[in-house]
């Protein structure tokens, strides 16, 4: 996930295949498909494999540099790059694309990026009479035993039914990122709890008026960076794929008090991130925001947003409840699918062990790198840029909230948490109200999206 990752409205899956079925004149032909005859070395029915054959890969803005890089460095593979919006903010884009691939028999890409981390339940299972698009990557896709290499459990949510259908690009736990600089100059301790940084945020409000300790404008930084974060059980499903939205749980109701508190005395914004307002109202005056790691890239050193200088930001460990067992959220972290129908899966293996480990691989991802090896010395280079004000225990601080995400959250689900905050609660606050009144609402909104894509609520 990154900054060119906007959040716009998801559409319940059902009305989004009616539209990619009335739609099929908008397919972009051109990629690999099936060829006359199948090969079941790989462990499922793909098309016979051409060698040579072109491949075409789907990224998003963000992501067109690495396969830009891979098509420099392997110009005996003839690549077409095709930019999509990633499949961000739960648009549904990808499935969509897809939909009207498996209608038209052809179109299919080779490769794709997006950054959603739970297209595994409907990619790696048959649509409508049509294999599944995402190939299994672990018969012979990619090279016996690199899957391994990968960090513990950063492939569960691509793992279906024992086999593996995705590459993880990054990992991305929240943290909290703070400007040290400020926070040495107004003498306040970097908070560890969410209590104290409701208390820090009161101090703030009246020490130092107009100053920010985060927003809540975006979808991803109220509800995946915050709840998620908080435990709030409020999008789960068990393993009977019963969905439960528990907006009672103590959790929620204090992560919605302690949001409610901070945006009515100023220290919340509803000013998004990725907005021209953020930076303009806010580059000099936020004392600090839980975030992804890839707000390394995306809002701190971007000089479009913060465009913080060296040596004034650190990275605080997660926060968590007093008395509880640190626990975190996670906010994206996409993946790279190989195509079950590309004539090419050799070229695709290639593009997939390049662009999650590949030697342009630590520069060009924007967050922690999901592979081991490459996470390790991207984690060494940061340590050593002298950049952050906390280079002695910058790594420690980012691996430990890697290995401490909270797995109670649907993140495998196959609907987005993201639309019903910005439909019906962002919204809400921009009219004066607040999350806790309209929160019979969103507990609504999330029980109907779960129904109409096959869940049964409890």
Known sequence: MSAQQRRSTRFPRLLVLTAAAASLALIAAGCSSGGSGTDSSFGFPAPEQIKDSPITIWVDADRSAIAEAFQTDNPDIEVKIETYDGNS????????????????????????????????????????????????????????????????????????????????????????????????????????????????????????????????????????????????????VDSDNNFTADFSDDHTTR?????????????????????????????????????????????????????????????????????????????????????????NLEAVGKFLQYATSGPQSVKLITGLPAYESTASEWLDGQVDSDYWANSDTFKEVVTGAASHIWAGWGATLSFSSEPAWAEIVAPALAAGNTIDSVADEWKTRYENDAKVNGYTVK
Do not use: C
């Open 89 to 236: 903010g739960g648009t549904n884009s990808f499935q969509t694309k897809v939909a009207l691939a498996d209608a038209a028999g052809e179109g299919w890409p080779d490769v794709v990026w997006s950054g959603q981390v739970n297209d595994a339940s409907w990619a790696a299972k048959e649509q409508n009479g049509v294999q599944a698009f995402a190939a299994a990557l672990d018969t012979g896709v990619t090279e016996d035993g690199w899957l391994d290499g990968y960090t513990a459990h950063a492939l569960d949510p691509v793992t279906v039914d024992g086999h593996i259908y995705g590459a993880r690009d990054n990992l991305a736990p929240v943290v909290f990122w703070y400007n040290k600089a400020l926070f040495d100059e107004f003498g306040y301790d970097v908070p560890e709890t969410w209590e104290d940084y409701q208390a820090l945020s009161d101090k703030l409000a009246a020490d130092h008026p107009g100053y920010i300790l985060g927003s809540i404008g975006d979808p991803f930084t109220a509800v995946l960076t915050d709840m998620w974060a908080a435990q709030a059980p409020i999008y789960t």
């Open 255 to 343: 992560m919605i008090a302690l949001l409610d508190h901070m945006f009515a005395n100023g220290t919340l914004t509803l000013d998004g991130l990725f907005t021209p307002d953020w930076a303009a109202n806010h580059k000099d005056t936020t004392l600090g925001i839980p975030g992804p790691t890839w707000f390394i890239g995306a809002v701190i050193q971007n000089p479009d947003s913060l465009a913080a200088e060296p040596g004034t930001w650190a990275a605080g460990a997660p926060l968590h409840w007093a008395g509880e067992d640190v626990n975190t959220g996670n906010v994206g972290g996409g993946f790279w699918y190989g195509s079950s129908h590309s004539t």
